[in-house]
Nanobody, 128 residues
């Protein structure tokens, strides 16, 4: 079956960095766009970043632009989210997700409903 297994995350001070990983299995990774979303307590899940199946296009929420970098390694079936200059407001559970490239256009990658498969979530806590 399809699995997206996340690693990374944890507790970091404001201004610090973390790297999240999302290892995929049970699917043809290169045929999926990948996205990262987050959900803070009491808030709805929100888009963070997305990367096209080839890695040639990336998209970011305004709140993380210039601080976060999404990448992927299709040979390793893994997507990454490098988070720098972290702020307390980045505290949330982070989720990776996969959207099939044949069915989802790039402009829809900010919509969580377009993603078929989700990781288990990982907590990121940024202290002030």
């Amino acid at each position: 079956q399809v699995q997206l297994v996340q690693s990374g995350g944890g507790l970091v001070q404001a201004g610090g960095s973390l790297r999240l990983s999302c290892a995929a299995s049970g699917l043809t990774f290169r045929t999926y766009h990948m996205g990262w979303f987050r959900q803070a307590p009491g808030k709805e899940r929100e888009f963070v970043a997305a990367i096209s199946w080839s890695g040639g296009s990336t998209y970011y929420a305004d709140s993380v632009k210039g601080r976060f970098t999404i990448s992927r390694d299709n040979a390793a079936n893994t997507a990454y989210l490098q988070m720098n200059s972290l702020k307390p407001e980045d505290t949330a559970v982070y989720y990776c997700a996969a959207a099939p490239r044949d069915h989802v256009t790039h402009r829809r990658l900010g919509d969580a409903n377009e993603y078929d498969h989700w990781g288990q979530g990982t907590q990121v806590t940024v202290s002030s």
